[in-house]
């Protein structure tokens, strides 16, 4: 008689599968949940950037018109004699109306951005470096005040908001019932609780997906790869656009304030050198940038030593018009001039996504829906911290039951350690809860 072929392990099932998926569920979203509302909140605010800073900073960011504008070069004397430093860069009035501004490094580092009125030369004030309500707004957006560490922790709040998304598409699917979008019971009731985060996780699991995948780009280890592999060498993507140029080593991000995307860019270097002309100044090469037609708003570096250039960069809501331009410092030849058209696939498709993240891309309604998209994630959030809190037993966590079948156990460990070798913050965090997983079971035992 031939030996019995061993036959293959049974599928695990549906309940097990179930009960996997639900307590990797619950793991997520205790650990994220708390980032998740700081996340919706602050972001919900940076929607309204510009609008929250023209209403508390009117007093710097606007003044009464008048017939004529001083010189640059007057506006720039002005803000360098209030405020002593080395001009990092300087933005013309974005509009009649608006204010100049000048930013100055001081001898200590420290960087603060001078309003000057063109019209009349008037220094109105000043504020620090990414200062103000919004500059706050965006720190605490990505924790950056307190470090790379909390930083960290932000990219690895946003892996695990994708996996937390997938996961709990799958728990809420309706499976046969009906009725899987409506809410069942009243507010003190668990069901509420349940229904309210389970609807509200459906009609919002797109935007949390986007938002999340979106804001990778800026993430402190993801990101840095992500940028350096789309910038490749010299300018940003592509190099060298539209001739070949001498790089220098300077980056442009250090220059001026840049798209994510040009982050890694390199600025030319002069060609002709120190010895061809007198340099043109800050008005012709002002004048020459307008003349270029730059979108009104873009910001001016001013050459760094006889070998630097004059560059402008501007990143408005309209993506067409992003557009970053270097001159030569004594002939005001363009050596380069790169809008978003130049960009390649990956290029456009990482800016357009950044954009529609900040709430620019199709401008109000841009934000109403992502503000409204906050709101919910908020909501979701709040639902199932009262759902937990209610299900949890006296003096313990509520962890979901492990599933009879280990094997279940598993196949969702398999799916989850593809996305934890994507995200190498998430895949170490992965390990840590799993380390945590089995002291309870051990515990439980």
Request: one cysteine or more.
């Amino acid at each position: 008689m031939a030996p019995a072929t061993p036959s293959a392990a049974p599928a695990p099932r549906p309940v097990d599968l179930y009960r996997a998926v639900w307590r990797w569920h619950f793991y997520a979203g205790l650990l994220v949940l708390p980032f998740l509302v700081l996340l919706a909140v602050t972001g919900a605010l940076y929607l309204f950037q510009a609008e929250i800073d023209d209403y508390v900073y009117r007093d710097l960011r606007t003044v009464p018109r008048a017939a004529a504008q001083l010189p640059h070069s007057a506006v720039l004397a002005r803000a360098g004699a209030a405020f002593p430093g080395v001009v990092a860069s300087y933005v013309p009035a974005a509009a009649p109306g608006r204010s100049a501004q000048v930013l100055l490094r001081g001898a200590d580092g420290a960087r603060v951005v001078v309003f000057v009125d063109p019209y009349r030369g008037k220094v109105l004030g000043s504020l620090p470096d990414k200062g103000g309500v919004s500059g706050v707004v965006r720190r605490l957006h990505s924790l950056s005040y307190f470090g790379t560490l909390a930083n960290g922790l932000i990219e690895m709040a946003a892996g695990w908001t994708i996996l937390l998304v997938v996961s709990g598409l799958y728990l809420w699917w309706p499976r046969g019932r009906r009725g899987a979008l409506l809410l069942r019971g009243r507010p003190g009731q668990r069901v509420f609780w349940r229904d309210l985060h389970a609807v509200t996780g459906v009609y919002v699991a797109l935007f949390l997906l986007f938002l999340a995948v979106t804001g990778m780009p800026w993430s402190v280890l993801w990101g840095a790869q992500i940028n350096q592999w789309a910038n490749g060498s010299n300018f940003g993507y592509p190099a060298g656009v539209r001739v070949a140029l001498p790089m220098s080593d300077e980056h442009l991000q250090h220059a001026l304030p840049t798209a994510w995307s040009l982050r890694q860019a390199r600025l030319p270097a002069t060609p002709t050198g120190a010895g061809a002309a007198a340099p043109i100044g800050v008005d012709r090469a002002v004048a020459r940038f307008d003349q270029l037609g730059i979108a009104r708003g873009y910001a001016v570096s001013l050459p760094a030593g006889p070998a630097g250039v004059y560059s402008a960069a501007v990143y408005p809501a309209d993506l067409a018009a992003q557009r970053v331009v270097h001159i030569d410092q004594y002939t005001g030849r363009v050596l380069l001039d790169m809008g978003y058209g130049d960009y390649g696939p990956l290029g456009k498709s990482l800016e357009w996504g950044i954009n529609v993240h900040l709430g620019q891309q199709f401008g109000l309604a841009n934000q109403l829906v992502l503000l409204a998209a906050c709101v919910a994630i908020v909501l979701l959030c709040v639902a199932g911290g009262c759902m937990w809190w209610q299900r949890r037993p006296a003096g313990g966590l509520g962890v979901p039951p492990m599933p009879a079948d280990r094997g279940a156990l598993k196949v969702v460990l398999a799916v989850m350690a593809v996305g934890g070798l994507l995200l190498p913050l998430v895949g170490a965090s992965m390990l840590l809860m799993l380390a945590l997983d089995y002291c309870l079971a051990l515990r439980r035992r």
